[in-house]
């Protein structure tokens, strides 16, 4: 179809790579190119690299040679969490006038611990008229998107509660690793402050949250602790001893005029526990939604950027949150 | 505020009088006027009707004279559920350069039942510029934006079903003989014939679904049953004998491809169920989201059409679905 989406894949890493065969099944969309600083990655087929039959696209080390032989409307990037690292690569993408769907979870909500970065990437963005967006599962949707969007059958909301407990032994080496599992206390507070085991993107969505309902926050207090385990566990890729961590329980609270009216709860574990998300807001109605087993992080974060790609280009240039997109709509099958 | 948005109140009924009341605590909103054809309510205080205080705006017999001291941009539309029952007050509203929401369940997608009705409000909505649009918890919510909403973490869905079990019993008169509780099973069914018992807007909503995951409908198929008593039951409003109706089972399926790959079930009754509504989506990754205890139908229509006003506002002119616009976002206190 004339109209297809052409997809720039910049970063095909576990997600990236989740996100490029699903814009491969996808009938409105079309994977022209793809980047990647792996060496064993460039000058692949695309396609033969998921153990699919070729793409005819070849992993290009570097977004010039990328664009030397093609011709795309939208990046997706996905090779980092944090604006400072991967701003540059945001910035080339902008120069080359292609729209950035972003699962870097700074991106969000780039305002609230980068104004000035905001407003630069915003800026550049409109000058080359080009929208750029940040998203994924969280941030992106279970916790700032869903919520806000249960919030639209409230009257008035009075405050703002969010749980989701993931059952981290099921997922992949690096994801558990990450939840701070089999470490002591001390190794778990070591690596807190390091960035190694924390969830990022938690303060923007309590800033997106406060955004949409209209509430000024006067500040976000995050703590990361672990989870001790009281019994050996141990997963495939791991084992936790009593007075271990099983993984991280990490908290986030904005404060509107000295109250804590927002707090996302999160907990990544590795014994097994019954995962679920859970939004609960007092409110006229009050309303108290499960999703029953939780959602699947690195599926709905792929899931997400992919049906956020229509409405990104839809959008006003400039930088775009999920307050200023309509809905991302699911594709039936 | 100067850009207050100016509201008029088309019915003040039971859900049209809630709505005023929460436009009347709502900073950003002003009531400036309001019709109704209740020769009761013609003439007194909009505020004393409620028992509050006075607010200075009377109740008007019709839109000519409700317009001719007030200015409005909008007008909340409550007086019907048909589209052929309302479309006069609809155009009269359109023709006087008003923007509508509407609670009519026919208008939340009129190209289902009435396309040429549609086509007519459309393009006089869009010759005066302004806007129409139909929502409310359900159609509006619950059925289509929740589901939709939902789907934007699947990478693809396979099928739809949702459940709204509602317990009738704590629900205002009107509501709960609208269920058919303590009919025998001959004066249900003729009662659903007249529309009598009947939850209006369920194909609009399958429609929505279908609409948005870009599933072509080959056809919309909806059942109304009673839920048989087999011991006595009652309630302040009604009681209900053995073998007579409890209240309803309504289900809606829409085909695709031969296929009912959507499902609504709707049940109201009076035997004090726990209530509750839930969203499954077979996809990737699968999806079951439970509203624990159900949505209270007023009270979320309410807060739907008033929280929607501002993307009405913004939205191009026309007839507008909820598929054109952005999330209705709560209202933080």
Not at 15 to 39: C, F, K
Not at 169 to 192: C, D, I, M, V
Not at 219 to 243: F, H, M, N, Q
Not at 283 to 302: E, L, N, Q, S
């Amino acid at each position: 179809m004339t109209d297809s989406i052409r997809v720039l894949h910049y970063g095909i890493g576990h997600v990236g790579g989740e996100i490029a065969r699903l814009v491969h099944r996808r009938p409105d969309m079309t994977s022209v190119a793809a980047v990647d600083a792996d060496p064993s990655k460039i000058g692949a087929d695309l396609g033969m690299l998921f153990g699919d039959d070729a793409w005819g696209i070849f992993v290009s080390p570097d977004l010039k040679s990328a664009l030397q032989d093609a011709e795309a409307d939208i990046a997706i990037h996905t090779t980092g969490s944090f604006l400072p690292q991967v701003v540059d690569q945001l910035e080339e993408l902008i120069e080359a006038g292609l729209n950035i769907c972003s699962t870097c979870e700074d991106l969000s909500y780039p305002a609230l611990k980068r104004p000035e970065l905001a407003r630069r990437l915003d800026g550049l963005a409109k000058s080359k008229g080009v929208t750029i967006h940040g998203t994924g599962v969280n941030p992106g949707f279970i916790m700032d998107k869903f919520v806000l969007a249960i919030s639209g059958v409230c009257q008035e909301v009075r405050h703002v509660r969010v749980e989701r407990i993931v059952d981290a032994s099921k997922r992949r080496p690096p994801l558990q690793l990450k939840t701070g599992a089999g470490l002591s206390p001390e190794e778990f507070l070591a690596q807190t402050e390091t960035g190694a085991v924390r969830h990022a993107g938690y303060q923007e969505a309590v800033a997106l949250i406060a955004a949409g309902l209209g509430w000024k926050l006067d500040r976000v207090e995050e703590t990361v602790k672990p989870i001790i385990a009281t019994e050996p566990v141990s997963t495939d890729v791991l084992s936790v001893e009593p007075g271990q961590s099983l993984g991280l329980h990490q908290e986030a609270r904005g404060f509107v005029a000295g109250r804590p009216l927002i707090e996302l709860i999160l907990e990544m574990r590795v014994d097994r526990p019954e995962g679920y998300d859970r939004v609960v807001l007092d409110g006229i109605p009050p309303m108290d939604v499960k999703v029953i087993g939780g959602t699947h992080g690195d599926r709905a974060t792929t899931a997400v950027v992919v049906n956020s790609l229509a409405s990104v280009l839809a959008a006003k240039p400039g930088l775009a949150t999920i307050l200023d997109l309509p809905l991302a709509l699911g594709w039936g099958v």
